[in-house]
């Protein structure tokens, strides 16, 4: 296939930024979407010019690092599928396509198409975690788990932190990221201990990492390629709003 890619360019975080227009050919349907920036970045550093940045690691859609806008959807038009394992064989030849990074206040530009997501370190800092004695690992079935719940949190642990909700939400919320980290512990008994100052310490950090508010459009659910239901959200307000009676705050306070 013969492509144009209209790829956003940004020297650094003070730089403005532009769109810069690439033909590419000789693409190959097979080819992952990583892989076709791939031949693009040889061709350019062959030719002398500044490759591309984007971030990647695992390139098999668990680690989280692939992030792209691609024709204005987070990670492709291919739902339940990271960017990293997007095929070109979802374009048609003679096809442009637009590649930007993720466009959220949270989530400022480095370079290029690669974006700062510590927002989301510092919400996992403010109560991802479970008091866990040391010692050897208790026997499996001492705790027992309802098999609804077990299925709830094993889906929410199912995140992989990628940041699409992020730019996919029109206020540029973080609300299905902290909603499912507090999820997959809130619904299993290792989590109760910090439960409702794990929700409490998570939306807080939320919220002055600068993500916007949210308003249940959910566009969030519809690109987590992961398949995050938007309940989620339902769940950790739930617990934020027992966390803050129990605290004895009025609403709005």
Known sequence: MNLTLRIWRQS???????????????????????????????????????????????REGICGMCGLMI?????????????????????????????????????????????????????????????APTGSAPEAHAAPVAKANADAAFESAA???CGACVAACPNGSGMLFTAAKVTQL?????????????VIGMVDAHDEAGFGGCT?????????????????????????LTATAKRGDTPGS
């Open 71 to 131: 024709n204005g959807d987070a990670h492709g038009p291919q739902r339940g599928t990271t960017a990293c394992q997007l095929h070109m064989r979802q374009f048609k030849d003679g096809e442009t396509i637009d590649i930007e990074p993720w466009r959220a206040r949270a989530f400022p530009v480095i370079k290029d198409l690669v974006v700062n997501r510590n927002a989301f370190d510092k919400i996992i800092a403010a109560g991802g975690y479970i008091t």
């Open 216 to 240: 249940n459009a959910g566009e969030c659910t519809a690109v987590c390629p992961k398949g995050i239901p938007l309940n989620t959200i339902g769940r950790l307000n739930r617990d934020y």
């Open 12 to 58: 650094g975080p003070q730089d403005k930024g532009r769109m810069v227009t690439y033909p590419v050919d000789d693409v190959s349907p097979d080819m992952s979407f990583l892989e076709m920036l791939d031949v693009l970045n040889e061709r350019l550093i062959l030719s002398g010019e500044e490759p591309v940045a984007f971030d990647h690691d695992c």
């Open 186 to 198: 809130s619904l299993l008994p290792q989590g109760q201990p910090e439960r409702y100052t794990r």
């Open 159 to 161: 995140c992989i932190g």
